[in-house]
Each structure stands twice: as C-alpha cells, then as structure tokens.
C-alpha cells in the first residue's frame, strides 16, 4: 500500500506534517513538483497523474492547494485507480487568485462527487479556505466532512507539527479502503461461483 503526499504552494517545509509523514511511516511518498514556487494547474495536473498511474490504488494525502489539484484530478481522469483521499485545508482558488500569480489557473473548484473515498478537514480560522465554503465543498465531492476547530491553515504556522489527529484519520480512511476491496474480491468470488 503506497501514501501519496501532495503539498501545496511551496511544498511542504521539513517540520510539516506532511514531510513528518513521509519520514516516519512506511510506504509514503511525495509528489514533486517541478516549481513549487510557480503553481499552474496542467503541469502540476500532469506530475499528480503520473505518480498515480505509477501507484495504482494509492491513498493521496493533499494539503492546501494540494488538496484542490487532487479534485481536479478526479474530475479529469475519474478511472484513476485511487484508493482514497484525505483533502486537509483545501485552498480556495478563487480567494487567492489576486495575490499569488498560478493560483487562478486551479479555479473554478471541481463540483463533481470524488470516485474514491475522502475526508475533508477544514479549519474555523484558515485563511485560505472559509469553513462554510469547505463544508459545501466536501458535500460536492460526497467525502466526509470534518471540523478542525481554530486549526488556522492546518501547518507548522499554526501548530500542527505531526498532526497525530490526522494520522487518525488516515487509519479510518485506510480501514475504509481495505473494507471495499475486500467486499469486492468478495463480489467477484460470489459471482464467480455462480457462474460455475
């Protein structure tokens, strides 16, 4: 089983939950993008999808703008063998457009519901995502929707160095995972049988 992580602008700093993830646990890797600096959605689109195909039935783990290019993802390859996805503080393109040259390019946000399972984690305080808006976002994608609290941005900046909170939520995510394909090899068998 293979964790994809995918940061957002910047990439994710060494004392980033994500970069913490990608040290410590087994079978964690990271998308890397060619500019974390320079975000535009068709190339970093590009660089998600290959890592994918590499990976198939990968967990993708996004943060901030991370988490909006797994969504467009979804929405342009939907038959992406992907196992699951934990979508922490979506950033909202269109909130941040003006300000940061490449942001536009991830607007307008994917409305349709995310093939695989997800979890989408927003903060009451982050400046980057309103919660209301992340809440009706997570509806649009059909994931489950969790409240952080005052998480701000969900990074070292507010205070959320390991993130063990999220570690969990990656267990319920994985259990989530392995129950629907074993109740599909279970499907197949049945079928199977019948057959003979």
């Known amino acids: 089983m293979t964790v994809l992580i995918v940061p957002g602008l910047y990439g994710s700093e060494p004392a980033h939950w994500q970069s913490r993830w990608e040290s410590e646990i087994d079978g964690v890797e990271r998308v890397e993008q060619d500019d974390w600096d320079a975000p535009e959605l068709e190339a970093w689109l590009s660089t998600l999808r290959r890592h994918v195909e590499r990976r198939p039935g990968a967990v993708l783990v996004g943060h901030s703008l991370g988490s909006t290019l ?46 695989f399972p997800a979890i989408v984690v927003a903060s009451r305080t982050d400046p980057y995502m309103n919660i209301e808006r992340a809440r009706v976002i997570a509806n649009m994608w059909d994931a489950a929707f969790v409240e952080a609290g005052d998480a701000g941005h969900i990074n070292v900046a507010s205070g959320h160095g390991g993130w063990p909170a999220g570690l969990r939520l990656l267990d319920q995510l994985l259990a989530r995972r392995d129950r629907a394909a074993a109740s599909a090899l279970w499907i197949r068998h049945a079928a199977s049988l019948s057959a003979n």
């Open 70 to 115: 797994i969504a467009h993802l979804a929405d342009r390859y939907p038959d992406l063998d992907i196992g699951g996805a934990l979508l922490a503080a979506p950033a909202d393109p269109e909130l941040r457009a003006s300000r940061i040259r490449g942001i536009a390019s991830f607007g307008p946000v994917p409305d349709k519901p995310l093939p």
